[in-house]
């Protein structure tokens, strides 16, 4: 049966799911004045109502362990176990503001992490400090502000960001108190040097690219552009989102970048938590880790510390040392994959991808043709006489217990479908996503109509947002006073 | 072979062959030969044994400590029924909820969690969560800046040093001049607000309980903002509203803070959780996600994310905060927390830590070298001022596994002596006892 | 094919203008409209509030885009389409009829910058 309550609807008077100690202290009385004026309406329920109700709860969702997840540009790879419980172990639960001499198993974490992903990515130093990939943005466009503040360069206020780009991307920068000014991109995606050229002076702060692009297209001339922004005297900042196809085999360091963020959630596998907690550490070249914020930890002979003094860093921009369960999780991992698999990762990602491309591109209208990355992007059917959309075979693929690709990114593509399997799947899961697929097109084909009402096997058909956003119900006090 | 990638040799030749390539190396042939095939300086591959051996060493260097301090992290109970349930793979491995149809249990728990956090802070809307309570607090400066199109806020000099530097941080790249009001005698000085407050502000942000724990009254403040149409936000430990007098009270437009202490373990700093809830006017510059209540065309009562048209991916350069994620699972978590511990537990766990807290405070003024700073009422962070060393204070407290109050000497020099002490409802007799004789034998 | 009001001063930017005496009265377009899709909110701004060509004024949002809309000429708000703020959705229904503003002109000559409906009509095809 369908299980339809929230948990203020199971609720009833003088039912508990806890149990504390008994005080052993008195009762110390607050001022009337400062009490709260009205009772919270909390849920009162016994401990085994609330783990059926949110066990139920859980059943309305889709997780990377039930089945395929392409969701590009999110990178839903597989996320160990292990992973889970070592950032479980009660040894890491310290309170942030316990000495060093008495952390240093987690400082080590957190300086092992940093130097490894240093390594990967060909950058000089990293702080774990932010919380996630548009929190890494934020901070990595406060350095690029920072160095030119610092060189006395302040109207480098600019930043180039592609008509591609993420959404994060030029949001970051109005956030950072920066202009983010458009390029426009070859049909690929890539940068069109011209433009570029056009767009480069000295109020140009720096450019913020991801490689490969949100088409799935690598910048094959980021030799050239690095050489072109460096010269003329701005910063390259590289959205660490598409990181995985590259992991073990080039380095964004290496390529001319400065400064760049990584998502741990995605490349790193620490799990995505239905939007979060994520974590997403800013790397940058050895004449930028002045600015990187506080606290910084920092390692001297065997012993490590923590360093929050550092006058010329942009300040602080989380409460403690970042999200260091998130960080646990992606140091298991770099541990797990190693020296012998990194390289792997990025192969095969990129394999599978193409695999499924070409496997389904008479199908569907590849936006771009060519070998791509770890993702790429099909321009919606390529039968369009029936009218069928991207939107329309998204939903009809639900019923088939696929999670469908991102859809309707990148902007630039009309009806873009993005798919990106990642490196975890099996050539029997690529090969069954395929058929789906095929499938859904001969629907069609045949019977747009099936495909336009699904779907059909979910525990709630399509939804009627407009009604939600012109009439906000948004708690559940708003529903009792319906 | 390797357990995370299920590729067979024939897997992989059958696949190329389908791409028409003939080898892997194929597939990256457009990256400069001079970018690829770097040797890198990483650990070896590890074996899950190796890598439980190599955690259990790490973890050996951290030393277990009975915490005596909070200041923003606070050592609560956590039920055992939460991890479990955060732990779903269902809820750990899911995205952001962008297909609503299979997406219903994190959109769920999502508006389950809204609904907590404004019966707890008496507001309108919240949004589904931010990253901590410091990031939420500088957002809030950002949505009453946009709001009031003004570019300057004001900020109590008695609000946790920490979030003061992460909201100075976010002001200076955007250009907002923050002002700070003055203390006077541990809480917000009402005096000097009313000096300094003019139409140049967007509004003023404070915090109660205080950095030092101080309960502070916000009486009057309404009346004052509305002569310069200026917004209202408030910061607290949410846990504590439980009892006290709440944003909604003071009629307040913004409601941020730290969830932490609703059973979050301390986690050496993270992943926390902040909240950010505002009025229905306001709700429409609210950053982040929100979930609202539709039905589907069968009728059936759904969730979706809502008011999408104020976030990133649609605005991009015109949005007003670039936040993307949310702490989905730490929302999970507090829903659980305050499902678990109810209506009765959650005042429960708050009186005792509060209890607790008065008891440390009483039994340490009675020893020689103590004394307090102000005469003000407190929650679960208290104020001792001390004639005694410091260090040695913290040294011996160590050595007998406690970690000891936090001393103000961190943030100002000048304040060396005072020692801000916390006790949460894990806190037993006997462990504050111990902790009374420690420093009384000093 | 969307519908373009003949006698209506146009802006590539999909606003129309219909001037009365001094006064003139703003909207979107049926294109535009179209292209939003279902709208579900209308940012308003206040009366006596000045306008500037070519300056937003106002906001659309509708399930999943956001548009500004910018002022076609300069002048002063005398009057808001309150309407909009519970039933945005009337643009959807008639956007020549449901306008957003009106505005005292400032210049009458700026009128002379805009599209005519045939002109716009080229651009939108």
Redesign the interface.
């Known amino acids: 049966m ?1 299980y ?1 309550k ?3 609807e199971i ?1 009833n008077k003088n ?4 149990s ?2 008994k ?6 009385t ?2 009337s ?13 016994s ?1 085994l109502e ?2 059926r ?3 139920n ?10 089945g395929f ?1 392409p ?1 590009g540009s ?1 990178t ?5 176990k ?1 992973n ?1 419980d ?1 950032s ?12 060093a ?6 400082l ?2 957190y300086y092992e992490t940093q130097r ?1 992903l240093s ?2 990515s ?1 950058l000089d130093t990293f702080t774990l400090n932010p ?5 890494g ?2 901070a990595g466009l ?1 350095i690029m ?1 920072a160095y030119h503040m610092k060189r006395n360069d302040s109207k480098r206020t600019k930043v180039i ?1 592609p008509d591609s780009a ?3 991307n ?8 920066l ?2 000014v458009e390029v426009k991109s070859n049909y690929d995606g890539t940068v069109n040097i011209a433009a570029l050229k056009e767009m480069l002076n000295d109020e140009i702060a720096g450019i913020m690219l991801t490689n490969p692009n949100t088409l799935g297209i ?1 910048e ?1 001339d ?2 050239e552009i690095a050489k072109l922004v460096h010269d003329a005297g701005g910063l390259l900042y590289y959205d660490g989102a598409n990181l995985n196809p590259l992991l ?4 964004p360091g ?2 001319g970048f400065d400064i760049m963020h990584i998502n741990l959630h995605k490349t790193f596998s620490t ?8 974590s997403g550490p800013v790397g940058v070249k050895d004449y930028l880790v002045e600015f990187l ?1 506080k606290p910084v930890i920092k390692k001297q002979g065997n012993k490590y510390y923590i360093e929050d003094t550092n006058e010329s860093c ?13 960080v646990l999780k992606a140091y ?1 991992y ?9 390289h ?2 990025g ?2 990602s ?3 991808a ?2 499924i491309k ?2 389904l591109k008479n199908d569907y209208l590849l936006a771009i043709d060519g ?1 791509c990355k770890h993702e790429f992007v099909f321009d919606g059917l390529i039968d369009k006489s029936q009218n069928v959309t991207t939107l329309d075979v ?2 009809r693929l ?1 019923d088939y217990d696929v ?2 690709p ?1 859809v ?2 990148p902007l630039v593509v009309h009806e873009a479908l993005m798919i990106e399997p990642t ?5 029997a899961t690529l090969d069954s996503f395929i058929d789906v697929m095929r499938i859904v097109a001969e629907e069609a084909r045949t019977n747009p109509e099936l495909v336009k009402g699904a ?1 059909y096997n ?13 009439n ?8 009792l006073n319906q | 072979m390797f357990k995370y990638l299920p590729h067979t040799t024939d897997d992989i030749q059958k696949m190329l062959e389908v791409i028409g390539v003939n080898n892997i190396e194929d597939l990256f042939s457009e990256i400069p030969t001079e970018l690829m095939g770097q040797d890198l300086n990483v650990p070896s591959s590890h074996s899950e044994l190796e890598l439980y051996q190599r955690f259990t060493e790490l973890g050996a260097k951290n030393k277990k400590l009975i915490p005596f301090v909070g200041a923003g992290s606070y050592d609560h109970y956590t039920p055992s029924v939460i991890r479990h349930i955060i732990e779903r793979q269902e809820f750990l491995t899911a995205y952001t909820p962008y297909q609503p149809e299979i997406s219903q249990g994190t959109l769920q728990y999502i508006f389950e969690y809204q609904s907590l956090i404004c019966e707890l802070t008496n507001m309108d809307v919240s949004n589904a969560s931010m990253y901590d309570g410091a990031t939420a607090t500088a957002e809030a400066m950002f949505m009453a800046t946009s709001n009031r199109k003004k570019d300057k806020i004001l900020v109590s000099k008695t609000i946790n040093p920490n979030i003061i530097e992460v909201i100075k941080t976010y002001a200076f790249y955007r250009n907002i001049t923050v002002d700070f009001i003055e203390e006077k005698d541990g809480e917000t000085s009402i005096e000097d607000f009313k000096a300094k407050n003019s139409k140049e502000y967007a509004g003023i942000i404070v915090q109660s309980p205080n950095f030092y724990g101080i309960i502070e009254n916000y009486d009057g403040y309404r009346e004052i903002l509305d002569e310069t149409k200026g917004l209202l936000i408030i910061n607290s430990d949410i846990s504590t509203y439980s009892l006290l007098k709440t944003p909604g009270d003071y009629q307040a437009d913004i409601a941020v803070g730290d969830a932490q202490a609703l059973g979050i373990p301390m986690g050496f700093g993270g992943p926390y959780i902040g909240y950010m809830a505002t009025t229905n006017k306001l709700i429409r510059k609210l950053p982040g996600r929100i979930c609202g209540v539709t039905k589907d065309s069968e009728g059936k009562r759904a969730f979706v994310l809502t008011l999408q048209a104020r976030e990133q991916h649609i605005r991009r350069e015109k949005a007003n905060s670039n936040i993307c994620s949310n702490q989905s699972l730490l929302a999970l978590f507090v829903t659980v927390y305050l499902a678990i511990m109810g209506k009765k537990g959650l005042i429960e766990a708050q009186t005792n830590s509060f209890n607790a807290t008065h008891y440390l405070y009483e039994e340490v003024l009675k020893l020689d070298g103590f004394k307090p700073v102000y005469d003000k009422p407190f929650f679960k962070d208290c104020l001792i001022e001390t004639t005694k060393d410091v260090e040695a204070i913290n040294r011996t407290l160590l050595e007998h596994g406690i970690l000891g109050p936090l001393s103000l000497g961190k943030f100002d020099v000048l304040k060396q002596n005072l020692l801000l002490f916390s006790a949460t409802e894990k806190r037993t007799k006997s462990q504050i006892d111990q902790l009374v004789s420690l420093l009384g034998a000093l | 094919m969307s519908k373009v009001v003949n006698g209506l001063y146009y802006t590539n930017t999909h606003e129309w203008v219909k001037v009365e005496d001094e006064f003139a009265y703003i909207g979107i377009t049926d294109y535009a409209q179209h292209s939003l899709g279902e709208i579900v909110f209308v940012e308003l701004p206040e009366e006596e509030d000045s306008v500037e060509l070519g300056v937003e004024f106002s906001a659309i949002e509708s399930v999943k885009a956001a548009s500004d809309v910018l002022s076609p000429v300069s002048g002063t708000i005398v009057l808001v389409n309150d309407d909009l703020e519970d039933s945005p959705e009337l643009i959807n229904e008639d956007p020549y009829e449901n306008w957003i503003i009106k505005v005292e002109l400032e210049d009458k000559s700026e009128l002379n910058s805009l599209l005519s409906a045939d002109e716009y009509k080229e651009i939108i095809e």
């Open positions: 369908y339809d929230l948990i203020f609720s039912r508990v799911g806890y504390l100690p005080s052993e202290f008195k009762n110390y607050l001022p004045e400062m009490l709260r004026n009205k009772e919270a309406l909390l849920p009162e329920v401990e609330a783990v109700h949110y066990t709860v859980s059943f309305k969702n889709f997780g990377v362990e039930k997840y969701l999110c839903m790879k597989y996320n160990p292990i889970q070592l479980n172990m009660l040894e890491f639960n310290m309170h942030p503001y316990s000495p001499e008495t952390t240093q198993g987690l080590e974490i490894i390594e990967l060909g919380y996630a990939g548009a929190h943005e934020l406060m502000g960001v993420h959404g994060t030029p949001a970051s920068a109005t956030v950072a108190g202009t983010a690598f094959k980021i030799l073990g085999l080039a380095r290496d390529m799990p995505h938590g239905g939007g979060g907690p994520g914020p942009i300040g602080q921009i989380s409460h403690f040392y970042g999200n260091i369960g998130v298991s770099l541990l797990t994959l190693g020296k012998e698999n990194f792997k990762v192969q095969y990129v394999l599978n193409n695999y070409e496997s070998i998204a939903k639900l999670h469908p991102t309707y990114f490196e975890t799947e099996s050539k779907p979910t525990v709630v058909k399509r939804l009627d947002e407009a009604t939600a956003a012109r906000p119900i948004v708690k559940y006090r708003d529903l």
